[in-house]
Nanobody, 115 residues
Framework: QVHLVESGGGLVQPGGSLRLSCPAS????????MGWYRQAPGKQRELVAI???????NQADSVKGRFTISRDNAKNTVYLQMNSLKPEDTAVYYC?????????WGQGTQVTVSS
């Protein structure tokens, strides 16, 4: 089992910044991808950004130029730096990891962008 715990969410004004962190713990051998998804009220969960072990990144068009995903393989931790936040970024953000074909999820952290 791989355990993921997100932190760094909160309330921020439009144009502000937040940094999410998600360390993985447990039975870690070779995590293929780590990343972030989000789910707004009444909407389906959607990809924000994922990063492969080798550094390849896949991002949603809606966050390109504003969000930056990074990964510390030595610490098994993934980060999401979110700048220029918009009200439409409001959602629960979930950390995700894939190892040996199994998908793991964190409990989520709330991000609210509002004045």
């Amino acid at each position: 089992q791989v355990h993921l715990v997100e932190s760094g969410g909160g309330l921020v004004q439009p144009g502000g910044s937040l940094r999410l962190s998600c360390p993985a713990s447990g039975s870690i051998f070779s995590i293929l991808t780590m990343g972030w998804y989000r789910q707004a009220p009444g909407k389906q969960r959607e990809l924000v950004a994922i990063i492969m072990a080798g550094g390849t990144i896949n991002q949603a068009d809606s966050v390109k130029g504003r969000f930056t995903i990074s990964r510390d393989n030595a610490k098994n931790t993934v980060y999401l730096q979110m700048n220029s936040l918009k009200p439409e970024d409001t959602a629960v953000y979930y950390c995700n990891a894939v190892q040996f074909g199994r998908v793991y999820w964190g409990q989520g952290t709330q991000v609210t962008v509002s004045s």
